[in-house]
């Protein structure tokens, strides 16, 4: 069974008026997203990893550095899949009930998640992610490199902002602060991540 690529979750041009071009998802879901779904379905044919789940292919692969190239690929995979999903043509503002109380009980305030986060998704060197994780309990900040991501390290992802150039280029060309800026307060999918805490 092939590895398939989700359809966004909103028009491609639905956040034109957040400072996301349909341009830039032309490229980033249509090109770069679609090339690690083709590219992981040319790795693991004929394998035993072909009909797993992807989150189990992740896990398998991230253990094994014989097989980096599948993993790179799955954890794009599914990095990507899970992005588009915080994202919303509503998003942005302030979490509400139990995910705001956790996020104040494990930062202090929503204002030094906000810092923590952003300052992990500007100091990401290079490509990678920054995320916002429970972690056996506590909500966490974490930034991976490249294709890493939480499910690799046992953590149960809630939140990512993809800190690749070609998530922001089009939109913010060189100026990573303002896509990061951006992102905190106008595209968050609070309700996606609610229901992740829920399901945590």
Not at 24 to 52: I, M, Q, R, W
Request: glycine residues 8%.
């Amino acid at each position: 069974m092939a590895f398939t690529q989700p359809a966004l979750p909103f028009p491609s041009n639905a956040l034109e008026h957040k400072g996301m071009k349909a341009e830039t998802f032309e490229y980033h879901y249509g090109k770069h997203h679609k090339a690690y779904v083709d590219n992981l379905n040319k790795l693991v044919e004929g394998s035993d990893l072909a009909s797993k789940p992807l989150e189990e292919v992740i896990q398998i692969a991230f253990k094994d550095s014989s097989k980096a190239g599948i993993f790179n690929n799955a954890a794009q995979v599914w990095n990507h899949s899970f992005f588009w999903n915080c994202l919303s043509p509503n998003g942005g503002g302030a979490p509400t009930g139990e995910l705001a109380t956790r996020i104040e009980k494990d930062f202090g305030s929503f204002d030094k998640f906000k810092e923590e986060f952003s300052n992990a998704a500007a100091t990401q060197f290079g490509s990678g992610w920054a995320w916002l994780v429970d972690d056996g309990g506590t909500l966490k900040v974490m930034k991976t490199p490249n294709a890493e991501n939480p499910l690799a390290h046992g953590k149960k992802a809630l939140l990512t902002i993809d800190v690749w150039e070609h998530a922001y280029y089009i939109d913010f060309k060189n100026a990573r602060p303002g896509f990061i800026k951006n992102f905190l307060d106008n595209l968050v999918n609070w309700d996606f991540v609610a229901h992740n805490l829920a399901a945590a």
